[in-house]
């Protein structure tokens, strides 16, 4: 089993709509967590760090981290076709080494 | 302003040719990243340092190597390129403590 797992997608999703990314995790110990967003042909960026159960808002995307059930998800209100992206879930590691979910493609559709 | 640059962008290579990537933060960071990104596979990490002379195996080291001779750089060597080499390579650094991972503009290399 991956360290990390999330559906490839891609995700199709109506423009204004919401997007719903899920992303699942083995390691316990993971205390915290990175969302990257990466369009075609770009490297990834940072959108999102969440350290804390719980929800943490930023604009229109809103991390929640649930511990206990060892997921991550990633929501986007009033989805736009400039989310169209893939996004990539990874814990903090414990000394640097960043392992990553094999992403989900987003695609919001106008 | 802080960077991290990757070289060349693009490369054409024949199987069997040995292929360096080359990989320079200005961020001063300890630890630099190899990563590999295939359709379907996400980022796969190929090997990482956390210092000067520290070297580490990924998960898809096979018939790569690295070197880290000083803070900013980080080469990628393909020892004897295979066409299972075809990929988008990243590299990425962070600072020693947890934090952000930056990452360069990625260097695709095509093994014919």
């Known amino acids: 089993q991956k360290e990390v797992e999330q559906n490839s997608g891609p995700l199709s999703v109506p423009e204004g709509a919401i997007a719903s990314l899920n992303c699942t995790y083995s390691?316990?110990?993971?205390?915290?967590f990175f969302w990257y967003r990466q369009y075609s042909g770009k490297s990834p960026e940072l959108i999102m760090f969440?350290?804390?159960?719980g929800d943490k808002e930023d604009g229109r995307f809103t991390a929640q981290l649930n511990k206990a059930s060892q997921y991550v998800s990633l929501l986007i209100r009033d989805s736009q076709p400039s989310d169209s992206a893939t996004y990539l879930c990874?814990?903090?590691?414990?000394?640097?080494?960043?392992?990553f979910g094999a992403g989900t493609q987003v695609v919001v559709t106008p | 302003d802080a960077e991290i640059t990757q070289s060349p962008r693009h490369k054409i290579t024949e199987t069997g040719r040995q292929v360096t990537l080359a990989c320079h933060q200005t961020w001063n960071h300890n630890n630099m990243f190899w990563y590999r990104q295939d359709l379907g596979h996400g980022l796969r990490l190929i090997h990482y340092s956390y210092g000067v002379q520290d070297t580490n195996k990924g998960e898809v080291s096979d018939g790569y190597s690295v070197s880290r001779s000083n803070t900013e750089d980080l080469p990628l060597t393909l020892e004897s390129a295979a066409s299972s080499q075809t990929s988008v390579y990243f590299c990425?650094?962070?600072?020693?403590?947890?934090?952000?991972?930056?990452f360069g503009e990625g260097s695709r290399l095509t093994v014919l």
């Open positions: 390691d316990r110990g993971s205390q915290s």
């Open positions: 969440i350290y804390s159960n």
């Open positions: 990425a650094s962070s600072e020693a403590g947890p934090g952000e991972l930056f």
């Open positions: 990874a814990p903090l590691p414990q000394r640097g080494k960043f392992q």
